[in-house]
């Protein structure tokens, strides 16, 4: 099965950068649609940022101008790129995709990574 695993999360001062990365393993499969979600404490999930297998993005309202996603498909890797950081920007961001598994059948599967977590301080 796909599986995705993020990394580049850490402890950032306000106004810094990070720069986080998620890349897709397993066999017989394709991606579509790769996003990063981030959840914050006693907060609901929230989409940051989408990205299609064209290259079609779009982004939530708050981090407009900020952040900006990107794709290596050769290496089915997703990036986000994170810049002017605020302390609410601190949550765990996860890793999203929808997937097309070629096995004894063909499954389209939407799948999510564990998350990293994101600590903007004041």
């Known amino acids: 099965q796909v599986q995705l695993v993020e990394s580049g999360g850490g402890l950032v001062q306000s106004g810094g950068s990070l720069r986080l990365s998620c890349a897709a393993s397993?066999?017989?499969?394709?991606?579509?649609?790769m996003a990063w979600y981030r959840q914050a404490p006693g907060k609901q999930r929230e989409l940051v940022a989408r990205?299609?297998?064209?290259?079609?993005?779009n982004y939530g309202d708050s981090v407009k101008g900020r952040f900006f996603i990107s794709r290596d498909n050769a290496k089915n890797t997703v990036y986000l790129q994170m810049n002017s950081l605020k302390p609410e920007d601190t949550a765990v961001y996860l890793c999203?995709?929808?997937?097309?598994?070629?096995?004894?059948?063909?499954?389209?599967?939407?799948?999510w990574g564990q998350g990293t977590l994101v600590t903007v301080s004041s």
């Open positions: 990205i299609t297998s064209g290259g079609t993005t």
């Open positions: 397993g066999s017989a499969f394709s991606i579509y649609d």
């Open positions: 999203n995709a929808f997937v097309t598994e070629v096995g004894d059948a063909v499954r389209h599967r939407e799948v």
